[in-house]
């Protein structure tokens, strides 16, 4: 379902310019391709290598040594 991207051009844009353009690209999308790229972004990060937020509990006259 990928689309071939040999007739696609570039050019400089803006910031803003480039957002839109984004948003005309994916408004162009049916559901089902967007859910791949959704799904294709999803598969490309691991559960166990997303940082997990680590917490010390410590007295407040505790020195800052662990």
């Known amino acids: 379902m990928k689309k071939d991207r040999s007739d696609w051009t ?8 480039a957002e839109e353009l984004d948003d005309q690209y994916y408004g162009s999308l049916t559901e089902a391709e967007r859910l791949e790229i959704l799904m294709d972004l999803r598969s490309m990060f691991v559960a166990e290598e997303r940082i997990a ?10 020195s800052d040594e662990i």
């Not at 570039?10 to 310019?17: G, N, Q």
């Not at 937020?53 to 505790?62: E, L, T, Y």
């Open 10 to 17: 570039v050019r400089k844009v803006t910031f803003a310019e």
């Open 53 to 62: 937020p680590v917490v010390f509990k410590r007295h407040i006259h505790q």
